[in-house]
C-alpha cells in the first residue's frame, strides 16, 4: 500500500496509537493514522501531542504519488533522493512494512536503511518511537545499524525504552524481559579484593606475607589517599584520573617498624598465596619519602577527588579509608572510655580494661562500624514525574534525589517513606530497592529505592531543602544533557543519585 496525502493534523495528549481503516465509495482506502508528533522530526516532545493523519490509498497517476519504479533509473537525481528520503521515514514512523521494504530495494539508494532526517533520525528510531514493531524487525533483518545516534545522542534502544515500546526494546536488545534488569555496580562498590577474613586473625601468616615482595600496600595521611594520576594515551587530557600509589615492603620497612596502624584488606584471590593488600596510615611522615618511589604521585583529600580514582582502586580506597577513618575515631572505648589496641588486622578494636563489658562477647563496638542511609527517587502518582530537590550546599543548579539517615529501629521502607514526607510533603507507598553504594566518608552504605508516590502536592521543609520539584522525562533527559532551559543538572555518573535518575529515564541503560 501506498500512504499518499496528509489531509488533517490536530493535537491531543496521548501516546496511543489508533489505526482505522474504511473503503470509500471509489474503492479507495482510507486510513486514519494517529501518531505522536514525534514521529518525524522531534526526539522528545516537551509535551507530548499527537498527530491526526487521514492517509488516503489512490491509484498511480495521482500526482504526488511516489513509485518506486518511475526513479529507479534516476536515483541520483538529488530531488527525488530526497522526496525518497521524505517518503522512508514517512512510512517508518507510519509502520507501512510494504512501502518501506519497497524503498529500500531501489536500486542506487545505497545504504538508504541507515539513512538519517536533519535531526538525525533514521527509520529505525522512527519505527522505534511510534511501536511499529514489523518495520524494526523488517530493517533489522536489513541490516540497519543498531548502534547510530541521533543529534541528541539517542540510540534507537533509548527511544523505544523511552518511550516504553517494549516488544522493540527486546528486539534491540536481544534479550528476553527475565534478563533486562541488570545489577548495578556503583562507584565505591567495585571492589576486586577477597577480604580473606579467615586470615585476619593468622598472625604468623600475616607477618609473613607483609614482607614478601608481591604484596601490596595503599598509603593514607590523615585519611588522605596516596595516588598517581593515570595519563590516557590519545587524548589531549594530561589525565583521565588516579589509581592508587602502590608501594613494597621495601619502600615502606622503617615506617612499618614503627608500628603504624596497619588493616589487612585482602587477597586478589581465594588463593592464600596470591597477592596482598594493606593499607597503612602514614600520618606525620613527609609525603617526599613517597614521591621517592612515585615521582607524579600526591596525597588527595577524599571528596570529591577520589570521585576521579579508577573504579576499582576506588573501591579498594572505600575500603581502606572507612576502616582507617574508623580506628581514627574509636580510639577510646566506647563502653568504659579507656584506650583501645587494634586487633584482627586491622579490624577490631580491643578494650585495654579488663573488667569492661564490651570485653564479654561479642560488642558492636568492637568492629568497624557503617552507617545505612536512604537515597531515593521518588517517581509520581501517574508514573510520568519523579522528585528531585536541591540543598543549599549544592552546586547551583544542581538538584538529586532525596536522601537522609536511617534511623535505629527503622525499616528500610519505614526510613525512606519518613524522609521523602518531612523533606517534601508527599507520601510514599510501595518502595522498590534499587542498589547500593559505599561512601566512605567516613563510612556510609547508600541504599537507593525507587519510591512511588501516593500524593502530588510539595511542601518543602527550609530547614532540609532549599527547592523540591516534579520533573517530567523530557525535563530530566535535558539536565542529562545539559541542555535545561533553566540549566538545572543532576549529580554525576559516579553517585547513585544519577544511576536511580538514569534507570528511571531509560531501564535498560548500560550504566
Ligand atoms: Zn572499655
Redesign the pocket.
Known amino acids: 500500500m501506498l500512504v499518499r496525502s496528509l489531509f488533517r493534523c490536530s493535537l491531543a495528549v496521548t501516546r496511543s496509537f489508533i489505526r482505522m481503516s474504511s473503503e470509500d465509495q471509489d474503492g479507495k482506502f482510507q486510513e486514519v493514522v494517529k501518531y505522536n508528533i514525534a514521529e518525524a522530526d522531534s526526539e522528545i516532545p516537551t509535551q507530548p501531542a499527537v498527530l491526526d493523519i487521514k492517509l488516503q490509498m489512490t491509484n498511480s497517476s495521482t500526482e504526488n504519488k511516489l513509485d518506486p519504479d518511475s526513479i529507479k533509473s534516476d536515483v541520483t537525481s538529488l530531488d527525488k533522493l530526497n522526496q525518497l528520503e521524505t517518503r522512508l521515514f514517512k512510512c517508518a514512523a507510519a509502520g507501512n512494512v510494504e512501502e518501506v521494504t519497497s524503498i529500500l530495494k531501489i536500486k542506487g539508494a545505497n545504504k538508504s536503511v541507515n539513512w538519517k532526517n536533519d535531526r538525525g533520525w533514521t527509520a529505525l528510531m522512527l519505527a522505534a518511537r511510534n511501536n511499529h514493531v514489523a518495520v524494526v524487525k523488517m530493517l533489522l533483518a536489513e541490516g540497519t545499524d543498531v548502534n547510530i545516534m541521533n543529534s541528541s545522542g539517542q540510540t534507537a534502544l533509548d527511544v523505544a525504552t523511552f518511550w516504553n515500546n517494549q516488544e522493540i526494546v527486546d528486539l534491540l536488545t536481544g534479550k528476553s524481559r527475565l534478563e533486562e534488569r541488570q545489577q548495578f555496580y556503583n562507584f565505591f562498590s567495585q571492589n576486586p579484593l577477597y577480604r580473606a577474613s579467615e586470615k585476619r586473625n593468622d598472625k604468623a601468616w600475616l607477618q609473613n606475607v607483609l614482607k614478601l615482595s608481591t604484596t601490596n600496600f595503599v598509603i593514607f595521611s590523615e585519611l588522605n589517599a596516596f595516588v598517581t594520576p593515570v595519563k590516557n594515551a590519545g587524548s589531549e587530557k594530561k589525565r583521565s584520573g588516579f589509581n592508587l600509589g602502590l608501594f613494597q615492603y621495601k619502600h615502606l620497612a622503617e615506617i612499618l617498624a614503627k608500628k603504624p596502624l596497619v588493616v589487612f584488606l585482602g587477597l586478589e584471590t581465594w588463593d592464600p598465596k596470591s597477592v596482598a593488600w594493606f593499607a597503612v596510615d602514614v600520618t606525620g611522615e613527609e609525603e617526599n619519602l613517597f614521591k621517592n618511589v612515585h615521582e607524579d604521585g600526591q596525597f588527595i583529600e577524599g571528596f570529591p577527588l577520589a570521585l576521579q580514582m579508577m573504579k576499582t582502586d576506588a573501591g579498594i580506597y572505600a575500603e581502606a579509608r572507612s576502616i582507617l577513618a574508623w580506628h581514627d575515631r574509636y580510639q577510646f572505648?566506647p563502653?568504659?572510655?579507656?584506650s583501645t589496641v587494634v586487633a584482627e588486622a586491622g579490624y577490631k578494636r580491643e578494650?585495654e580494661?579488663k573488667d569492661?563489658r564490651?570485653r564479654k562477647g561479642i560488642h558492636n563496638t568492637n568492629h568497624p562500624r557503617v552507617d545505612p542511609s536512604m537515597i531515593m527517587l521518588v517517581v509520581s502518582p501517574e508514573g510520568k514525574r519523579c522528585l528531585l530537590g536541591r540543598k543549599k550546599s549544592f552546586p547551583p543548579k544542581m538538584y538529586s534525589c532525596l536522601a537522609g539517615y536511617m534511623e535505629p529501629g527503622e525499616s528500610i521502607e519505614a526510613a525512606c517513606q519518613r524522609e521523602v514526607e518531612e523533606e517534601s510533603g508527599i507520601k510514599v507507598g510501595h518502595i522498590e530497592y534499587h542498589s547500593s553504594q559505599p561512601w566512605p566518608f567516613p563510612a556510609v552504605i547508600m541504599l537507593g529505592c525507587i519510591a512511588h508516590a501516593k500524593t502530588d502536592n510539595i511542601k518543602i521543609d527550609p530547614d532540609e531543602l532549599e527547592d523540591v520539584r516534579w520533573f517530567t522525562k523530557q525535563d530530566v533527559q535535558s539536565m542529562a544533557n545539559r541542555t535545561h532551559p533553566l540549566e538545572f543538572f543532576f549529580p554525576p555518573a559516579q553517585a547513585i543519585a544519577h544511576q536511580l535518575i538514569k534507570t528511571w529515564i531509560n531501564p535498560t541503560s548500560n550504566l
Open positions: 572505648c563502653t568504659c572510655g579507656s578494650c580494661n569492661c564490651s
